[in-house]
């Protein structure tokens, strides 16, 4: 069974600071791809980023980059150049590929909840 | 907007109501999802729908009755619900369900809560 771990459940940055927000995982599967989304207040999930457990460069959205660490299984998300509107819900994700190839469905982390203060 | 549409946004029922929450996606995508997002808990899928079949029950109690009448519209039927049920209850779709980095598209969800 696969596993997601982030273990700040609330996170502070200052305006125009970056910040990282922790993600471990744990899988047998040889193949995985990670996700994170963003949650606002409004309650609807946003796609942020996308990284394959086989990319040879870490991914990058805009200000969202993801240090992915595959020895290490972690994926965190860094956001460069925090906003005020970036304060939200953010959950890693993961969906495993099976031997036959096909993709498993998505396990969600618990969140961190992330304020940027002006 | 992200194209997917849940209706009502808030609920509020009984223990002995019978209640549908609706999701309409407008992207042409052909995989539909339930998820429930309790307090302080991951995201649990519940069911999943690739073009109007179900693909997965993810051992749901049967007081929720999913409904896919076709690929754009997704139904969650709710009865005799308890307590524990009362979450917000997310609607997504996917192009395909089977392609590892196929992201979902969610709705704003429904807020439930079981009196």
């Known amino acids: 069974a696969q596993k997601i771990t982030q273990t700040q459940p609330g996170m502070f940055v200052q305006e125009k600071e970056a910040v990282t927000l922790d993600c471990t995982y744990d899988t047998s599967d040889p193949s995985y791809g990670l996700f994170w989304y963003k949650q606002p207040s409004s309650g609807e999930m946003i796609f942020l980023i996308y990284q394959g457990s086989y990319d040879q460069q870490n991914a990058t959205e805009g200000r969202y980059s993801l240090n992915f660490q595959k020895a290490r299984k972690s994926a965190n998300l860094v956001i460069s150049a925090s906003q005020l509107g970036d304060s939200a819900m953010y959950f890693c994700a993961m969906k495993p590929l099976d031997t036959s190839g096909s993709a498993r469905q998505l396990t969600f982390g618990s969140g961190t909840q992330l304020t940027v203060l002006p | 907007e992200t194209g997917v549409t849940q209706t009502p946004r808030h609920l509020v029922m009984g223990m002995t109501n019978k209640k549908s929450l609706k999701c309409e996606q407008h992207l042409g995508h052909n995989a539909m999802y339930w998820y429930k997002q309790s307090a302080k808990k991951p995201l649990e899928l519940m069911f999943v729908?690739?073009?109007?079949?179900?693909?997965e029950n993810n051992s749901v109690p049967s007081r929720f009755s999913p409904e896919c009448p076709n690929s754009s519209h997704l139904f969650l039927h709710l009865h005799t619900l308890q307590p524990e049920d009362s979450a917000l209850y997310l609607c997504a779709s996917s192009q395909d369900k089977g392609v590892v980095n196929e992201k979902l598209f969610f709705g704003s969800g429904t807020q439930l809560s079981v009196l």
């Open positions: 729908y690739n073009f109007k079949e179900q693909t």
